[in-house]
């Protein structure tokens, strides 16, 4: 198991024992660790949660040891114990779902090398339409109620502690900001006019006015 996955495993875990409300930083599934316990107990958490219940080291303990006769409080006191870090909890949740995707990558690469001497190009395609389907996992974007409320009363604190600074990415036009606070990750915008009416014109001054690196791909 490689390292560092296994320590940003166990530092999700001991983050998520510490303090469930952080499960909405967490964009995992249990099928994303390699650890399978680990999964096992990232699923306890979560649907203890998503009821309404308490989800720490001792009801998450209690509840793992209704189906399983593992020590589970020593086990899991273990890991909490020895978490450092939450405020990087977004980051491990990334390298995890990332070493997910490039093992299964590996896993489909070694299945289509066993299959092809049999299979021929069927193999080859069903391993070419697996990796495709791999890293195309969307971001979470279905909450419960108490996480949406969550999310949306951190995002009125940081809003009032920034002084009113722009939340986003600026578009260079003051009114444009005011209305929309900026560009925001995810944003899908769409410039609409007639021909020759500065689209792109304006598109090139949005891009420079947010000073951040960007793309720009043009059908013309």
Same mark, same amino acid.
């Given at each position: 198991m490689n390292q560092n996955t296994h320590e940003c495993e166990n530092a999700v875990i001991?983050?998520?024992l510490a303090d469930s409300r952080k499960l909405v930083d967490v964009d995992l599934s249990s099928e994303h660790f390699e650890n399978a316990m680990l999964g096992s107990v990232y699923d306890c958490i979560k649907s203890m949660s998503n009821r309404g219940d308490v989800a720490d080291l001792f009801t998450v303990s209690d509840e793992l040891s209704k189906t399983s006769n593992k020590d589970w409080i020593t086990y899991l006191a273990t890991i909490q114990n020895s978490t450092t870090g939450a405020s990087l909890l977004k980051e491990y949740s990334k390298h995890i779902k990332r070493y997910s995707v490039e093992r299964n990558a590996k896993q489909i690469a070694g299945d289509m090398i066993n299959a092809v001497h049999s299979e021929g190009m069927?193999?080859? &395609?069903?391993?070419?339409?697996?990796?495709?389907?791999?890293g195309r996992e969307s971001n979470n974007s279905a909450y419960t109620l108490k996480e949406g409320l969550r999310l949306a009363a951190d995002y009125i &604190?940081?809003?009032?502690?920034?002084?009113?600074?722009?939340?986003?990415?600026p578009s260079g036009f003051d009114d444009l900001d005011s209305m929309l606070g900026g560009f925001h990750d995810t944003d899908f915008v769409v410039i609409g006019a007639r021909p020759s009416m500065g689209k792109t014109a304006l598109l090139l001054n949005l891009m420079v006015n947010g000073g951040v690196p960007c793309g720009f791909f043009s059908a013309e």
């Amino acid at each position: 198991m490689n390292q560092n996955t296994h320590e940003c495993e166990n530092a999700v875990i001991g983050a998520l024992l510490a303090d469930s409300r952080k499960l909405v930083d967490v964009d995992l599934s249990s099928e994303h660790f390699e650890n399978a316990m680990l999964g096992s107990v990232y699923d306890c958490i979560k649907s203890m949660s998503n009821r309404g219940d308490v989800a720490d080291l001792f009801t998450v303990s209690d509840e793992l040891s209704k189906t399983s006769n593992k020590d589970w409080i020593t086990y899991l006191a273990t890991i909490q114990n020895s978490t450092t870090g939450a405020s990087l909890l977004k980051e491990y949740s990334k390298h995890i779902k990332r070493y997910s995707v490039e093992r299964n990558a590996k896993q489909i690469a070694g299945d289509m090398i066993n299959a092809v001497h049999s299979e021929g190009m069927a193999a080859v &395609d069903a391993a070419i339409q697996k990796l495709m389907a791999l890293g195309r996992e969307s971001n979470n974007s279905a909450y419960t109620l108490k996480e949406g409320l969550r999310l949306a009363a951190d995002y009125i &604190d940081e809003r009032f502690k920034s002084g009113g600074a722009l939340a986003g990415i600026p578009s260079g036009f003051d009114d444009l900001d005011s209305m929309l606070g900026g560009f925001h990750d995810t944003d899908f915008v769409v410039i609409g006019a007639r021909p020759s009416m500065g689209k792109t014109a304006l598109l090139l001054n949005l891009m420079v006015n947010g000073g951040v690196p960007c793309g720009f791909f043009s059908a013309e």
